[in-house]
């Protein structure tokens, strides 16, 4: 489905993506696992086209995006769950789901107001507090509702970026079982995610990103049980 060759991404003069080359296949969880200023969250950056690759392709369905505006990426069935939620916290749960729905404003509305509705049964909580203002959310259900916006996009692909990040050990179990929902119900979907041994616990394969370069690729079950791996570079004792 997804698939970059040979990604460099500068930021001004500075080389962050230095011949990234990766791929996920429908119907995988794949996650992209590295350390601060790795190169993760530039990545996904790149695959949405905020960023432009100085050199390689990004492929979705053999068809190069590489060059397109974002919201063109984005109606070819990709969506993004932020790092830190960035959710508005001045509009309500309802409205910033709505938000999540922005590209496809021409779907009739009955379509729309189904989507929600599949939103708050798999968020009961985000139901319960419909017409609440996202900045007064737990950091939680604050997370909950970055993917329920996300998912109002009908995503084929779900980019989700550090989707543990400052969650409770509780919470981050609660949102990987939703990430294998979501899944399960046909969302291929590639994670970044610091926390290794959760993000490969769910996942098919993993990427190790190091300093911009892809430095090791495998099935998550092998890199989970490689001593070597786990030591270099999944920050395991």
Known sequence: MLKLTDVVTHYGPMR???SVTLEVRTGEIVCLLGGN???KSTTMKTILGVVRPTAGRVELDGERIDGLPTESI???????VPEARRIFARMTVWENLAMGAFTRQKAPAGDLADDVERVY??????GERRTQLGGTLS???????????????RPRL??????????APVLVDHVFDIIQAINRAGTTILVVEQNA?????VASRGYVLQNGRIVVHDTARTLLATDHIRRAYLGED
Not at 121 to 126: C, G, M
Not at 139 to 153: D, K, T, V, W, Y
């Open 37 to 39: 200023a790795s190169g």
């Open 139 to 153: 950091g939680g259900e604050q997370q909950m509702l970055a993917i329920g916006r996300a998912l109002m996009a």
């Open 16 to 18: 962050v993506l230095k």
């Open 121 to 126: 049964t798999l968020f009961p909580r985000l």
């Open 158 to 167: 779900l980019l989700m970026d550090e989707p543990s990040m400052g969650l």
């Open 74 to 80: 984005v109606r070819r069935g990709i969506s993004l």
């Open 197 to 201: 041994p959760v993000a490969l616990s």
